[in-house]
Nanobody
Framework: QVQLVESGGTLVQAGDSLRLSCVSS????????MGWFRQAPGKEREFVAL????????FYGDSVKDRSTVSRDNAKNTVFLQMNSLKPEDTAIYYC????????????????????WGQGTQVTVSS
């Protein structure tokens, strides 16, 4: 069973920046694309970003693109999400997730394509 542990969520002011981290216990971490999703109260889970297994390809949700950067350090089994110019509407629980199949990024916006999920980290942006 793979465990994903997110950290870095906190209360920030609008306009601030924040970097989230996610550490994986997956022995073959460098074989899997990793995604970030978020869920705000009363809303559906939303795709935020994906990074391919070697980090050569990245994709972003419309609500965060141009303000966010996803990266990874395969030597440390860690994926990061840097978010800038935060807005109150970015308030949510942020989850990292591992794609179900190695070397695969198909349907990356669909949460059902991910097999393992972290417990989430709360990001709150005050106005």
């Amino acid at each position: 069973q793979v465990q994903l542990v997110e950290s870095g969520g906190t209360l920030v002011q609008a306009g601030d920046s924040l970097r989230l981290s996610c550490v994986s216990s997956e022995p073959t971490f460098s074989s899997y694309a990793m995604g970030w999703f978020r869920q705000a109260p009363g809303k559906e889970r939303e795709f935020v970003a994906l990074i391919s297994w070697r980090g050569r390809s990245t994709f972003y949700g419309d609500s965060v693109k141009d303000r966010s950067t996803v990266s990874r350090d395969n030597a440390k089994n860690t994926v990061f999400l840097q978010m800038n110019s935060l807005k109150p509407e970015d308030t949510a629980i942020y989850y990292c997730a591992q794609m179900e199949r190695p070397y695969d990024i198909s349907n990356y916006r669909d949460s059902l394509e991910y097999k393992y999920w972290g417990q989430g980290t709360q990001v709150t942006v005050s106005s």
